[in-house]
């Protein structure tokens, strides 16, 4: 692994380039500064910190402070995963309102008319011709590490765009929790993206091009062995040197525990785009039909609820590969609503590769029960998924104490208060990490986004009433507003349609 940049304290400050109300970590400014500074000759540069610390936030800022220092308009391409890209979309309405942002889709390149391009890694190939045309003046990649492999069309044609952003002294920033994640050869492609072979690799002892450089850092660094045919570089030699060496040019990386010092717990939330995969839930939207006119809402929405968890497996999968890769040695706590997302969740886990455990499997045996969290807690299981109807209570999921500091929601429950009760299965005694995170997967304009909304908007209520200053919110109040919300979305929506009437009489019982 590549050691880390450590310093946390700054003497400058970009909030100015952020909303009112919005603003940086000390340790967010800090990246901010080292992306500006070290891509002044016009090279790319790397914010490697750990998940969850914020680098979208922080290259949004730099991005709007380098044009800034360049005054020309900021014209921005990010290049992310696809289920990503809505939570980038998120994260530029929060930290840039004023920018206009652009998700492009197809494989039929078209004009582009706003600020900020946001594009698929898997579109990259059939649009790399069109976007270089563009004039990009910031490139950024998420994940880099999906374009560690020079021989895929995605990785080339990501050198493509990002040669052409740096020929204008344009910034490329590469974010990435991970970034090496089996082999420093994966480094290679990522340093070309970024200008900076030349600087990390050893000169050559003869010749002088790109290829003699790249042989050079390969022969370095990356354990080179003769395999009677020719050299392989599978393995990896002077880590010392090429630490030192990606710190003093191009990556600044922080860890969790050096620079968060959290007693509670962190959330964050992640907006998905689902696509094609959210077919089914717009399908049921439109052809619901309820077994009683009279709960037709409430069969509707629970109906709706349990579709988007589904609609979410494929992300969820994606999503955990990437913490898990990122994460060497951590586990996942996994919290889901319905027993069919449990189980689909865990079975598309250990489908993909990740030991996955299902503690729905136990109930009603304790004995099974203890033995699937043994499994977690001290075994070889990566992820233990769990009922936030079941599990929220009584069990202690905290592994050695250090390797367990997350959690995720693939779906929510219905009070402030519940999600507290999940967070501390793994913020409780035993705990001995300096950070707990929970994060949640959302699906924008579904009821999966209204009931993330509703429970924020209830936080602080249910906050105060644990302090004894305030009555609880109510979970029928909740799932009642709920209903309100989703009413109006349908009526809006389909105009022509007649749906029974919201009395406001009906017991709420949202499942």
């Excluded at 070309?192 to 600087?199: C, E």
């Excluded at 979410?312 to 994606?318: D, G, H, L, M």
């Excluded at 807690?377 to 599990?391: D, E, K, M, P």
Aim: some cysteine; proline content about 4%.
């Amino acid at each position: 692994m590549l050691a880390m940049n450590t310093a946390t304290t700054n003497t400058v400050n970009f909030d100015s380039y952020l909303p009112e109300g919005e603003s940086l970590f000390d340790f967010q400014q800090v990246g901010v500064a080292y992306s500006l500074f070290q891509t002044r000759d016009g090279k790319g540069v790397m914010i490697a910190d750990e998940q969850g610390l914020g680098k979208t936030r922080q290259a949004i800022v730099a991005a709007r402070v380098h044009a800034s220092i360049h005054r020309v308009p900021l014209k921005a391409l990010i290049v992310c995963k696809s289920a990503l890209r809505g939570n980038w979309e998120r994260e530029l309405n929060i930290c840039a309102p004023d920018l206009d942002t652009q998700v492009l889709g197809g494989t039929r390149p078209y004009e582009l008319t706003n600020s900020v391009a946001i594009i698929s890694f898997n579109l990259l190939r059939t649009w790399a011709s069109s976007l270089v045309q563009e004039g990009f003046n910031t490139l950024i990649i998420d994940e880099s590490h999906c374009v560690k492999d020079p021989k895929t069309q995605q990785t080339k044609a990501a050198l493509k765009v990002a040669e052409d952003v740096r020929s204008r002294t344009g910034l490329v920033l590469l974010l990435t929790g991970t970034p090496i994640l089996n082999r420093p050869v994966e480094l290679v492609s990522q340093l070309q993206l970024m200008g900076r072979l030349r600087d990390i690799a050893p000169k050559p002892r003869r010749g002088d091009t790109d290829r003699d450089w790249e042989y050079s850092f390969k022969f370095t660094f990356c354990g080179p062995s003769h395999n009677g045919h020719g050299y392989e570089f599978k393995g990896a030699s002077n880590l010392d040197l090429l630490n030192a060496r990606a710190r003093g040019n191009f990556m600044v990386r922080r860890l969790r525990d050096e620079v968060l010092d959290l007693s509670e717990t962190h959330r964050q939330s992640w907006t998905l785009s689902l696509n094609g995969d959210l077919a089914d839930y717009w399908l049921l939207e439109q052809t619901f039909q309820a077994k009683d006119p009279r709960s037709y809402w409430i069969e509707l929405y629970g109906a709706l609820r349990q579709s988007v968890a589904l609609c979410k497996i494929n992300a969820t999968v994606e999503w955990v590969k990437d913490f898990v890769e990122e994460n060497e040695g951590k586990k996942l706590v996994v919290w889901a609503w319905h027993v069919p997302t449990q189980v689909e969740v865990a079975r598309a886990l250990n489908e993909a590769g990740i030991e996955t455990v299902l503690l729905r499997d136990g109930a009603g045996d304790i004995k099974k029960l203890e033995a699937i969290k043994d499994r977690f807690n001290t075994g070889s299981a990566q992820v233990i998924v769990c009922s936030l109807r079941a599990h929220a209570e009584g069990h202690t999921l905290v592994g050695d104490g250090l390797n367990v500091t997350d959690s995720l929601f693939v779906e929510q429950p219905w009070h402030p208060g519940n999600v507290r009760q999940a967070e501390d299965r793994i913020n409780r005694i035993g705990r001995q990490a300096a950070a707990v995170f929970a994060h949640t997967l959302l699906v924008p304009g579904t009821v999966d986004d209204d009931v993330a909304e509703l429970i924020a908007e209830k936080w602080e209520v249910s906050t105060k009433a644990i302090d004894g200053t305030q009555v609880a919110a109510l979970t029928s109040d909740i799932q009642r507003a709920a209903l309100l919300k989703l009413q109006a979305r349908m009526l809006a929506k389909y105009p022509d349609r007649k749906f029974p009437p919201l009395t406001g009489e009906e017991e709420v019982v949202i499942d």
